[in-house]
């Protein structure tokens, strides 16, 4: 069914918010250190599952994309994380893009998945798993990828710590516990307002 130009207008304001909170809460948490010295911690998953939620899959990618550009940009091509990320950039420039760009990418993608197809059965099922599933598709793409470049990995590694033991315990580690509890603490607001939102759109 072919959506109305006023529903596609309302999904574009709905999209355009959606992306400025994903910039502003990153712009935000880059000046969070990160207390194990690993990678920033990142505040932008709720609104990247939320989106997933809200308006489906593509969105969820979008604005998964939007944080991976803008971190690739910040930690990356800036250097505003210059331990890692910029040391990340400068060796494999390529590589750190695709990371950047496709952990988070393909995180916000299945958010949008998950949902759409739990929700059919359990909405609460539907929204603890999308939400659950951002920050491990993220963190999961992230240490894959790194892997990739494992000779860098042993450059960045503290002397007499694996490679492994550094990216899952060390740079990514804090982050995720961090981001999944926050996802899952925050789940049933998240609920309350896919439930708004979409009472809003139906009446209208």
């Known amino acids: 069914m072919r959506r109305s130009r006023s529903e596609q207008i309302l999904r574009m304001v709905e999209l ?10 990153q712009t935000a948490g880059i000046a969070i250190p990160n207390p194990l010295g690993g ?48 040391v990340m950039f400068d060796n494999h420039p390529v590589i750190t893009a695709l990371i950047c760009l496709g952990k988070s990418t393909l995180a916000g993608f299945l958010a949008g998945v998950v949902y759409r197809v739990l929700s059919k059965k359990n909405e609460w099922l539907a929204i603890f798993a999308a ?15 790194c892997l990739t470049i494992y000779g860098t990995m042993e450059q960045l590694a503290p002397a007499g710590q694996s490679v492994m033991y550094f990216l899952i315990i060390g740079c990514a580690g804090f982050n995720f516990v961090f981001e999944f509890a926050v996802n899952m603490l925050l789940a049933p607001a998240l609920r309350r307002i896919v439930s708004i939102v979409t009472r809003k759109k139906i009446r209208s």
Request: hydrophobic content about 65%; aromatic content about 6%; cysteine-free.
């Open 16 to 25: 355009a918010i959606l992306t400025a909170v994903v910039l502003v809460l």
């Open 39 to 86: 990678t920033p911690i990142s505040l932008v998953l709720i609104p990247i599952a939320l989106g997933a939620m809200i308006l489906g899959p593509s969105a969820g990618a979008w604005l998964g994309l939007v944080f991976g550009a803008q971190v690739y940009i910040t930690l990356g091509v800036m250097h505003l994380d210059p331990l890692f990320t910029g």
């Open 131 to 145: 939400a659950a599933i951002t920050p491990v598709v993220n963190t999961g793409i992230f240490v894959l990828g």
